[in-house]
């Protein structure tokens, strides 16, 4: 089972700030299995990158995905007001799905 | 546009069978490729994949929770379900139902379900 590991555990960072939030696996996964999710308190998780760095439907583009192998990285270019979450990393792989233990972005 | 909605007992007693079910809706759930999906979330903490199931009826476990659950569709009611037997106060949480396969593209809101006496 390939294990997620996300890095930082918080991020306190101020409107306008670059965010860079890191996805390690634990074996390596296909860039096409990896997809990140955002998840405001009480809303269910939504979709932002797919396949490592495809925008979803609807997402804006100052967020944008990069990596592959063993290590990811989801990137929100200029930080609104609305981004503030909790940000999910989650590979594919072997008829197992897994996610990373989650990153917040609180406003510092 | 495809929506999904869980529904189920909220309240769920220690070895009991917790049971819900997602009913889809904007869209057929027996369409080739499709994956349909459970992942839970226990309160303040992260998100758990509990099983998936294919468009046509091939089923995946979480390894970890794959003796407990039991994961089914009905395709003449558009919907798919989900069994966790012998249940405890670790399995309450918000639990989600997704369309997916890579990723989960479309989720429910969520089913709070709390393992109480």
């Known amino acids: 089972e390939i294990v997620l590991t996300q890095s930082p555990g918080t991020l306190s960072l101020s409107p306008g700030e670059r965010v860079t939030l890191s996805c390690r696996a634990s074996?390596?996964?296909?860039?096409?299995?990896l997809a990140w999710y955002q998840q405001k308190p009480g809303q269910a998780p939504r979709l932002l990158i797919y396949?490592?760095?495809s925008r979803a439907t609807g997402i804006p583009d100052r967020f944008s995905g990069s990596g592959s192998g063993t290590d990811f990285t989801l990137t929100i270019s200029r930080l609104e007001p609305e981004d503030y979450a909790v940000y999910y990393c989650?590979?594919?792989?072997?008829?197992?799905?897994?996610f990373g233990q989650g990153t917040k972005v609180e406003f510092k | 546009q495809l929506q999904l909605q869980e529904s189920g007992p909220g309240l769920v007693k220690p070895s009991e069978t917790l049971s819900l079910t997602c009913t889809v809706s904007g869209g057929s759930i027996s369409i080739y490729s499709y994956y349909w999906g459970w992942i839970r979330q226990p309160p303040g903490k992260g998100l758990e994949w509990i099983g998936s199931i294919s468009y046509s009826g091939n089923t995946y476990y979480n390894p970890s929770l794959k003796s407990r659950v039991t994961i089914s569709v009905d395709t003449s009611k558009n919907q798919f379900s989900l069994k966790v037997s012998s249940v405890t106060a670790a399995d309450t949480a918000v639990y989600y139902c997704?369309?997916?396969?890579?990723?989960?593209?479309?989720w429910g809101q969520g089913s709070l379900v709390t393992v109480s006496s």
């Open positions: 989650q590979q594919y792989g072997s008829s197992l799905w897994t």
């Open positions: 396949g490592a760095s």
């Open positions: 074996q390596s996964v296909s860039s096409t299995y």
């Open positions: 997704a369309r997916g396969w890579l990723r989960f593209d479309y």
